[in-house]
């Protein structure tokens, strides 16, 4: 079984560029997450989807981020602009979400590092 | 004070000891995942328990549901354990994942 792939691993840009990184689940799966991890700390939820509704993105600052998951399959999420405490290593995620299974375990994909310059 | 606590943050040790690592948590939680994420940053699930043990190969975690503790231990361990290890728990109720902030573990040889 695949695994959740994400792309680029790597990224470096100036402040106030843009950047968009990309998320493909395991295929199946109906829940999608994005998490920002800043060096040092656990990961951060900034968004959630079911399908391609949001489920929660309370902590997403909605100002310079933007995700989007429209055919409830890959997703994508910007920022734009860009500032130097966007440096972190954004995680994707992935669970099954099937109707009745209350305890959904959460696949994660490699990670994409972002250094703001 | 950290809705999930881990002990301790850094840990260095032989590469052949027993290691232990452990989560304190306050909120109420339906499940509770060990993670482990290597230098490149991707997360592997190692376990997601509700209740007593479980055991992969050198692997073992525990969990004591009344006093709100988990463990994680590794037998035998080897350079190759060297890895932050997180501890997330569901949250009851909204399933979300709250993390520790991990445990920077190197094993030397």
């Known amino acids: 079984e695949a695994g959740v792939a994400q792309s680029p691993r790597y990224k470096i840009i100036e402040k106030r560029q843009s950047v968009a990184f990309w998320c493909n689940p395991i295929s199946g799966h109906a829940t999608l997450y994005w998490y920002q991890q800043i060096l040092g700390q656990g990961p951060k939820l900034l968004i959630q989807f079911q399908n391609n509704g949001v489920v929660d993105d309370s902590q997403l600052p909605k100002d310079r981020f933007s995700a989007e998951r429209l055919k409830g399959v890959d997703s994508t999420l910007k920022i734009q602009p860009a500032k130097l405490e966007d440096s972190a290593v954004y995680l994707c995620?992935?669970?099954?979400?099937?109707?009745?299974?209350?305890?959904?375990?959460?696949?994660f994909g490699p990670g994409t590092r972002l250094t703001v310059t | 004070k950290n809705e999930v606590e881990q002990s301790p943050q850094n840990l260095t040790a032989q590469e052949g000891e027993f290691i232990t690592i452990n989560c304190s948590y306050s909120v109420g939680i339906s499940a509770l995942h060990w993670l482990q994420q290597h230098p490149g940053g991707g997360i592997v699930s190692l376990f997601m328990l509700s209740s007593g043990k479980k055991k992969h190969g050198r692997l073992i975690a525990t969990i004591n549901i009344q006093e709100k503790h988990s463990s994680l231990h590794i037998t035998a361990s080897h350079p190759r354990d060297s890895a932050v290890y997180i501890c997330?728990?569901?949250?009851?109720?909204?399933?979300?994942?709250?993390f520790g902030t991990g445990t920077r573990l190197t094993i030397i040889p």
């Open positions: 997330a728990v569901v949250n009851f109720g909204n399933e979300k994942l709250t």
């Open positions: 995620a992935s669970s099954l979400g099937e109707v009745g299974q209350y305890i959904r375990e959460q696949y």
